[in-house]
């Protein structure tokens, strides 16, 4: 009974920042990974980023050096930072959690919206 609220999202100008959060409450313990996924209108969903409970961390090569995935175990609590924004980064962001359940855990998304 993991549960996943996203937060963050909204619009900014290209070349700006926003920070993402997704707070995690439920059977904490038994989160594998947590990550964001992404997905435009009429695209398919693609990986963002993902930490591991043992802290390891993956991002897709398009966001490689502009975005920072980083989490407080205390707040149980993972946090997208974005920066050097572009236009192609805009969309419908989503926490998911692996519990090791066959279908994990989604949040109901948060758009960032990237224009001039």
């Known amino acids: 009974q993991v549960q996943l609220v996203e937060s963050g999202g909204g619009l900014v100008q290209p070349g700006g920042s926003l920070r993402l959060s997704c707070a995690a409450s439920g059977s904490i313990f038994k989160i594998y990974a947590m990550g964001w996924y992404r997905q435009a209108p009429g695209k398919q969903r693609e990986l963002v980023a993902v930490v591991t409970s043992g802290g390891s961390i993956n991002y897709a090569d398009s966001v490689k050096g502009r975005f920072t995935i980083s989490r407080d175990m205390a707040k149980n609590t993972v946090y997208l930072q974005m920066n050097s924004l572009k236009p192609e980064d805009t969309a419908v962001y989503y926490c998911?959690?692996?519990?090791?359940?066959?279908?994990?855990?989604w949040g109901q998304g948060t758009l960032v919206t990237v224009s001039s």
């Open positions: 998911n959690a692996d519990d090791r359940t066959v279908a994990g855990v």
